[in-house]
């Protein structure tokens, strides 16, 4: 009797394993299949990234100043950098070649776009410690701890300019980007105004 199961049993996996195999070979004809190498953006073997490479950019912007102007990807968004960055980079707190042609007292003359009003303003608050506590001073009426003070100079933490500002590249993207941008002003394509705009929506009471 223990013979006539175990051979059932047996049979019954053996026939279970054929049709398992068949279907397999069903599901391969089906233009519905699906493999793996198939699911997302890469098309390759997900269990390895030896064939595994993206888009290398190309970057063969003109030299600046031949170079034009790119819209804006939104409203007071960083603008892209039309130009070739090649020998400006690394950018340094000593040595930043962006500013010999940025700074709004030289822009103007080469044509250049000038570094915006907000760059030179620090919206950091004063901060010390007493008793061990962090103070927050405000230098205005409306309780707002986020100041505005006008400087003199380009703002310390403005000085890497590479850490917002990108150049424009050629590049395949497997997503397309369908957002349009809505501007409010027209000339806000191509410059900022977030120096006078950076409270706008905040509730000072």
């Not at 997900?46 to 102007?69: C, H, I, M, R, W």
């Not at 968004?77 to 960055?85: E, M």
Request: with cysteine.
């Amino acid at each position: 009797m223990k013979k006539i199961v175990l051979f059932v049993m047996v049979f019954s996996f053996v026939c279970v394993a054929c049709n398992s195999g068949n279907n397999k070979k069903e599901e391969k004809k089906d233009s519905g299949f699906v493999s793996e190498e198939s699911l997302g953006l890469r098309k390759t073997d997900l269990y390895s990234e030896n064939n595994t490479e993206g888009d290398k950019g190309v970057f063969n912007a003109p030299a600046p100043g031949q170079s034009q102007t790119i819209e804006r990807s939104f409203e007071n968004a960083p603008p892209l950098i039309p130009h070739t960055v090649e020998g400006f980079l690394p950018i340094k707190k000593d040595q930043n070649l962006c500013l010999s042609c940025h700074l709004p007292d030289v822009a103007k003359a080469v044509k250049a776009t000038p570094v915006p009003p907000s760059h030179f303003m620090n919206f950091r608050p004063d901060i010390s410690m007493k008793g061990g506590k962090i103070i927050v001073y405000n230098d205005d009426e409306t309780g707002n701890t986020v100041t505005k003070k006008h400087l003199d100079k380009l703002n310390n933490a403005r000085y890497n300019c590479s850490q917002c500002h990108i150049p424009q590249s050629n590049i395949t993207v497997e997503v397309k980007n369908t957002f349009v941008a809505d501007f409010r002003d027209k000339k806000l394509e191509k410059r900022s105004n977030f120096a006078d705009v950076v409270d706008e929506g905040v509730d000072h009471k």
